[in-house]
């Protein structure tokens, strides 16, 4: 069965700095992969997605991820932090042959101190 | 089109009361999905529906849950006999069918259940 790991529960940056946030995945075929971004009290809204390709993805409000087959990794990246990327966010596996549902990893909170 | 609509977006009931929601998807969606997310969790899979079919349903749903998607386009969820383990975020999402270039899912804003 799929699986996600975000090993981080919690981060904080200072804005301006770079920021990487991890996540591995388990999952027995080619996976696609999406990070969403969740406000609180809020739905989630995708940040970006990966099905095939090129393995760098590039996705909105300047985030970017890369797929590393041989790490099972996703990770999500962002060169310089805003102060309203305060959030909680989520990587995502989901695939064909689990009926396109999405198994989401347990989330990372995002602190940007100023 | 405004994207996926849930409402009520937040319901207190007492327990052992009967609570339905409902979901609005983006309308050319094939697929509709459930999701429950609870404090300090990713959101974790229900049940999700093709068209009218409902092809799949968690473990997570029990007895006491039910979703319909009346002639393939919103879908309600309803929860009968509530507990207080059923506090949670209920999250809809919509999407294409896996293969096309827009695929992806789009959520709701979510109803939040407190059940006192």
């Known amino acids: 069965a799929q699986s996600v790991t975000q090993p981080d529960i919690h981060i904080t940056v200072s804005e301006g700095a770079s920021l990487e946030l991890r996540c591995n995945y388990s999952?027995?075929?080619?996976?696609?992969l999406f990070w969403y971004v969740q406000s609180p009290g809020q739905g989630l809204q995708l940040l970006l997605k990966y099905f095939s390709g090129d393995t760098l993805v590039q996705g909105i409000k300047g985030f970017e991820a890369e797929f590393k087959r041989s790490q099972s990794s996703f990770n999500l990246r962002k060169p310089s932090v805003h102060w309203s990327d305060a959030a909680e966010y989520f990587c995502a596996v989901g695939g064909m042959e689990y009926g396109n549902k999405l198994v989401f990893g347990a989330g990372t909170i995002l602190r940007v101190k100023s | 089109d405004t994207g996926v609509s849930q409402d009520p977006r937040h319901k207190i009931t007492k327990r052992g009361q009967n609570v339905t929601f409902r979901c609005d998807p983006i309308s050319e969606h094939n697929r509709l999905y459930w999701y429950r997310q609870t404090l300090g969790q990713g959101p974790e899979f229900l049940t999700y529906?093709?068209?009218?079919?409902?092809?799949?349903k968690s473990r997570l749903l029990s007895d006491r849950f039910s979703a319909e998607r009346p002639k393939g386009s919103f879908s309600t969820l309803e929860i009968q006999r509530t507990e207080q383990g059923d506090s949670a975020m209920y999250l809809c999402?919509?999407?294409?069918?896996?293969?096309?270039?827009?695929?992806?899912?789009?959520f709701g804003s979510g109803t939040r259940l407190t059940v006192v």
């Open positions: 529906f093709q068209n009218e079919a409902q092809l799949e």
């Open positions: 999952y027995g075929a080619t996976p696609y």
């Open positions: 999402a919509s999407s294409l069918l896996s293969g096309s270039p827009n695929y992806g899912y789009t």
